[in-house]
């Protein structure tokens, strides 16, 4: 193994685990998330927790596992922009504004970090399971 595939493979398993351990806390604490979203009168609130936690869930998954790496990333990338304009719109609000800054500013970053990987070679240590998306 050399110090790519070592950083690589790092890599994976700390992005991958911090999307699995964010989708977890969907269901873990799903009352105060539910609350959060009603707030920002977004319909049908526990259903969007849920759906927002698998998608998290599934795609840390897939980036951690090298399953359909492609598909994985495109998919938190697609939650994150959302999440991005629907929750963290720090710039409707007066309070707690730089802290929903913050979380925009991160959200931004992931989404750069995630779409950059698109052209990562998946096929070390993956499943191979990219569906020719390589």
Known sequence: MNIEHATFLIGKILLGGFFILSGLKHFTQTQEMKEWLKTKNLPIP????YISGLTLLTGGLGITT????????????????????????YWNLEENREQQKTHFMKNTALTGALLMLIRADWTIYGLGLTLGLI
Do not use: C
Not at 46 to 49: E, N, W
């Open 46 to 49: 526990k259903t969007l927790v």
């Open 66 to 89: 090298g399953a359909f790496p492609i598909i994985s990333l495109l998919l938190i990338s697609a939650f994150l922009i959302t999440t991005n304009i629907f929750l963290h719109d």
